[in-house]
């Protein structure tokens, strides 16, 4: 049995949420650029469950940008879906299996741009929601009269167009527009870009007016892990469980968060699935959050993925599952980064549940999450993410943050490679890593001289926004950890420091 429309009142909801049939007559409300799995694992999560529980009512008309098909899995299955979510969550195992209802059609811009056009004439029609890689907000040539146009930008152009046609330029048919693309300030730089395309166009001032005034662009923040398709076994046994066969099913972490900024009323009342979630915030700053996983998570990641390929350790949650380095990863956090990220916006216990959140993901044992990918461009995610904790944990204590010293010291072996022609490889317990760094032909230099080589990396400004050799005690530390993880060895150094400095 397929899961679709008319197979819902024959699926049991023992093992999975089925969505009540009112559900799928719900009014289309949201227009959203993309099929990926971040989207529908998470905005699409998030206003699914809003429906449910009589928050929101709309649904989402989906745009894709490649043919429809004759076997479109969407087609096939009245666009339903099953999410699964699996991992940890409040240090607990947790499962849940959800039939998402939230999209009521998938067109092809390719095939049914006019149809996707019509839609901009209905009033019901508030907000746009995106997910197009980071290559997908680009300023190109695109003209908005091609059917369709070629970018992204052209194509949702063409939409905010058509709507101000439909609606005479009227400051309520104005569009909420939230870009959940992975880049830096992503709404401003959507808007940007439609404002050029506007120009390129030769729209007219009064249209330009109004895409600047009557649209609300809001940046935001997106996180949660959605990797996929299940591997085939795992998706075999679940539909054996459930009763029917998906081709859509996705699988999920159960964390999830959506910073959206805005401090407009107006934004609020209209992405009302805002209170359907503890997931989902609307604020006037999303820097809080970009901070808190900035450092938490990204920045414990590239602290701790020397230290696990030393352990020899090759994915995250198996070094969870080791108790010592457990204990290293929650004590960097809570007692170094947690302390160090204190300011106006962030408390030290808004810090301390972001900590607690990070070790349930890093747990996760349905995640296959590799150390050695981590360690794509070393130096600079150490220098980004990492640097800035060193300069405030010493303006805060003025000592040596030693677990952050172990991880970067982690990092200098690590990072102590051989040569194959133009490629630089780290060997550790016999295994080698390629290294893709930018910075590793300057590693390798200094570690020509063993002698010198840490003091030559602490004092490179090339490496670091400053010379860490100035910081007291740091380079003492550093040597000393470099010669307990080289001469006792990972996990009899993790062990001891853990007995010294646990919390």
Known sequence: MILNKENLKNISGEKVNVPAAELLELPERIIQFGTGVLLRGLPDYFIDKANREGIFNGRILVVKSTSRGGADAFFKQDNLYTLCVKGIENGENFEENIINS?????????????????????????????????????????????????????????????RYKAFNGSAESGMVIVPTELISDNADKLKDILLKLSVQNKLSWDFEQWLKTANHFCKTLVDRIVPGKLPADAQEAIESQLGYTDELM????????WAIESSNERVKEILSFEKADKGIFIVPSIDKFKELKLRLLNGTHTLSCGLAILSGFNTVKEAMADKAFAGYVSNLMRNEIAHSLGNDDISYQDAVDFASSVTDRFSNPFLEHQWQAITLNFTSKMQMRNMPLIRKYYSLKNEVPPFIALGFAAYI???????????YMASVNGKTYPIQDEFAGILYEYWQNPETAIDNILGDRRLWDKNLNNYPGFNAAIKNYVELLQNAGTKKTLANLQAERTI
């Open 413 to 423: 072996i690590f990072m102590n490679t051989t040569k194959d022609g133009a490629n």
């Open 102 to 162: 939230s999209i009521s059609r998938v067109l092809a811009a390719s095939e049914d741009w006019a149809e996707i056009v019509k839609a901009a004439h209905n009033p019901d029609m508030q907000t746009v929601i995106s997910n197009t890689t980071e290559v997908g907000i680009v300023l190109s040539e695109d003209k908005i009269t091609d059917n369709p146009p070629q970018s992204y930008p052209g194509k949702l152009l063409a939409f905010l167009h058509e």
């Open 250 to 257: 996705i699988m999920a972490e159960p964390f999830r968060l």
